[in-house]
């Protein structure tokens, strides 16, 4: 079976970071052409710089754009296809929160959280949904839930509650768009990355933590 993405476009959120900049190395690698979302322009220039120094027949373009900005959005979405004609695989990777006490969590705060982590990756799935539903290819939209959204998840009870809301959507969104545009999500375990640092503590939190694991570590982006 042909696994190569040769003439398919990826884009992917928060590609500029753990397990997102990994995902745009791994699509680069099987021939897509990657377009990385991040905020921030430098960490974007950057990624884009070290993905075009790997061995792969892909090719990549590096776009600001505030996920929870639906201007911002549409702004992205033309850039992207004028570079690349359209978008055949979509990653909403861009989310996370700091450890927070459920007690004293402002309410800003926890808007926040869900815009980020629920809001976001569903109005991105609409805009780019719509790019999908007309072309003649299939297209897929990969949701990065978590753990945290099939359990409880203390000192980040928005964040839990948005990646719950998330496989939630995922199942609603398949039913309604399939077969043309498949809608998954992946729910990712322990990985240790720049943003879960600040939940798992020092290397002796992380190490007790990877002793509880029948593979003795915490996952790595690139798994």
Known sequence: MDTSL???????????LGLGLA?????YAEGARVAVIARRQEPIDQTVEEIKALQGDGSVLGVSCDVTDIASLEQMHVEV????GGIDILVNNAGGAPPADSATAGEKFTRSIVDLNLIAPIVFSQTAGTLMRSSSNSSVIINISSISGMRPNPYGVAYGASKAGIINATETLALEWGPQIRVVSISAGLVLTEESRSFYGDDESVERIASTIPLGRLGKPQD
């Not at 296809?81 to 690349?84: G, I, K, L, P, V």
């Open 6 to 16: 040769s003439g398919k476009t990826a884009l992917i959120t928060g590609g500029s």
């Open 23 to 27: 995902m745009a190395k791994s699509f």
């Open 81 to 84: 296809t004028d570079e690349f």
